[in-house]
Each structure stands twice: as C-alpha cells, then as structure tokens.
C-alpha cells in the first residue's frame, strides 16, 4: 500500500483525478458529463479537473464523431503508463498482504471476497435494470 500511496504522492494526482484515470481505462473513452456522472460532481468541476489532464498530457479530448459540440476523453500513452503503475503498485501490495495469512486464513478471505464480488455484480446489474 505504501508504494501506492507513493506513487499517488509523486504523481501529484488527487483521488478523483486517479479515478478519472481508471474510469477511462477500464470502460474506455468518454464524455465529461459521464465523468460528472462517475464521481458524482457537477460537470462544470469535472470539466476543470479534465483540462488539468489534458494539461498534464494525461487525457487527450477530441471530437465525438456522432456530435462535433461533444468532446470524448480518452488516456494518452503517458495516462495509461501512470495506470499501470498503480496496478502494478497495488498488485505488490496484495501479495505482499496475502502472504501474511497461512493458506486456511487465505482460503477463508477468497470465500469471501468471492461472496462480495458476486453481490456487487449483482447490485450493479440491478442499478442498470432500474436506470434502464
């Protein structure tokens, strides 16, 4: 956790700004109302925070060719390198943390987190049902 916490630290990037980041790694370019929508702020902020990306040379913004009046958010090479870091960051600590249980303990947290992933996947299904 330390080396992420690091990593954030000499990025310079707050939470959401990283968030941001992610967002767009692992659903793929957007607008920035949809970042509004992701971290629940008004689009006038997320739109400040964006041209700090693009600023940064973190996001880059271009047309959306259906709407020209619409910009779409994707990560450059540079963003994507900063996400990877972090992953890889994460993924140490994890291991790192999973090998302080003995293989009974670590049998018990898969258990679980098996049961916690399944019920988000479910909440998550159920808020799409219901925003349609």
């Known amino acids: 956790?330390?080396?992420f916490i690091q990593l954030s630290k000499d990025s310079g990037l707050s939470v959401t700004?990283?968030?941001t980041l992610f967002r767009l790694h692992h659903k793929g370019?957007?607008?920035v109302s949809e970042i509004g929508d992701h971290l629940g702020i008004t689009n006038a902020a997320a739109s400040q925070m964006v041209e700090r990306l693009v600023q940064w040379r973190l996001l880059e913004r271009s047309e959306d060719p259906r709407d020209r009046r619409v910009k779409q958010l994707t990560l450059t090479e540079k963003g994507e390198e900063l996400v990877q870091e972090s992953i890889q960051a994460r993924r140490r600590w994890m291991e790192e943390l999973t090998n302080a249980f003995?293989?009974?303990e670590q049998g018990l947290i898969i258990a679980a987190l098996t049961i916690l992933t399944a019920a988000?996947?479910?909440l998550e299904t159920s808020k799409r049902t219901k925003n349609g």
């Open 29 to 31: 370019s957007c607008g």
């Open 120 to 122: 988000a996947r479910q």
């Open 17 to 19: 700004q990283l968030s």
């Open 102 to 104: 003995n293989p009974q």
């Open 1 to 3: 956790m330390r080396d």
